[in-house]
């Protein structure tokens, strides 16, 4: 029987092509069209005790000015800031004493010293380089935003119909796409706690270690550190490893050993309240959380934190109701 013989089968293969164009299209933007549903489970509630009083347009407006006063501000404030402390970093080291004694060092015969100095400079250059070009990135960050708040905005006014729009296409019961539904909500809850909970314990862990060992602006790198803390393995390390390799090469040994040791107890917070968090409100394995979110992290940036445990969840869920409805029946 030949292919595409039928008015059904080519317009089938005209819809398969146009679907392959548009998700090709908007892939760069996926970030923005996914964290739409996650920021709706973190809204709704608020929405839903603003609709008791005022219009639920109004509300919805009111919830996405906060949206945008939360996540915006502090993190285009964090953004310049980074950036300032990269540029004066590199300024630094590169007037430093550290770099003209690294070109006087010999190894028996060889001057291996300005082969070092020039590599040196060159890698704070580039470090300085790629912290200003981190804002070349911002065009695409801001589209997914807009992406994300419209469909947050349009989802809290109908959210009935847009899960009536998409419920026919999910191929199971309505009681286990229900339970998908409750799925989703208590994964992406439980993940913002977790993830939350043990941001803010790490960066204030360790921004009060750079208060007391002398650091400059203990505050902002408090920030930072729990920012980095939500990626997976490395995390706070990023920003307290540096930092006491510093104390250390600036002969401040005690301070050096004790912000290590904040450190490394700080690390532990992620490992031991996160699954805490994740297993009573969703029964998450731990597993499933942290190869989820450095799976995630690698697709969708740090949204993928969120989506990457909640799409791993959302597959062994999946399985599970396919053997009952299929292979079991």
């Known amino acids: 029987m030949p292919l595409f013989d039928t008015g059904k089968q080519r317009a089938a293969l005209a819809i398969l092509l146009l679907a392959l164009g ?3 299209a908007i892939a760069p933007y996926s970030t923005g069209l996914l964290g739409a549903p996650v920021l709706y489970v973190l809204f709704a509630p608020l929405h839903r005790l603003l609709a008791r009083r005022l219009p639920a347009s109004v509300a ?3 919830v996405i000015l906060l949206a945008f006063l939360l996540i915006i501000l502090p993190g285009t404030w964090l953004i310049g800031m980074l950036v300032d402390q990269a540029q004066n970093v590199v300024k630094s080291l590169v007037s430093s004493p550290l770099l003209a004694r690294l070109s006087l060092l010999r190894v028996g015969r060889l001057e291996v010293g300005p082969q070092l100095a020039a590599l040196g400079k060159e890698l704070l250059g580039w470090v300085g380089g790629s912290a ?17 708040f419209f469909g947050l905005y349009y989802l809290l006014l109908n959210p009935a119909g847009a899960w009536a729009a998409i419920q026919p296409y999910i191929p199971f019961s309505r009681e286990n796409v229900e339970q998908l539904r409750e799925r989703f909500r208590s994964v992406t809850v439980a993940t913002v706690i977790g993830t939350g909970a043990t941001a803010v314990i790490q960066g204030v862990m360790v921004g009060s270690t750079f208060a007391v060992t002398g650091l400059g602006d203990p505050v902002f790198w408090g920030v930072v550190t729990g920012v980095v803390a939500i990626l997976p393995v490395v995390g706070s390390g990023l920003v307290w490893v540096p930092a006491a390799i510093s104390l ?3 002969g401040n040994t005690v301070g050096a050993i004790g912000l290590t040791v904040v450190g490394l107890l700080a690390g532990q917070v992620h490992t031991v ?6 297993r009573r409100y969703a029964q998450i394995h731990p597993m499933i959380t942290l190869v989820g979110a450095i799976a995630g992290v ?7 934190l969120l989506l990457g445990p909640l799409a791993l969840s959302y597959f062994f869920e999946l399985i599970r109701m396919y053997r009952d409805e299929y292979l079991t029946a």
């Open 60 to 62: 919805a407006a009111l």
């Open 273 to 278: 309240i996160g699954p805490m968090v994740t």
């Open 298 to 304: 690698s697709y969708f940036g740090l949204l993928g």
């Open 22 to 24: 548009l998700a090709i």
């Open 132 to 148: 200003i070009g981190f804002i070349g990135t911002a065009t695409r960050f801001a589209l997914n935003l807009i992406f994300s």
């Open 248 to 250: 250390a090469i600036g």
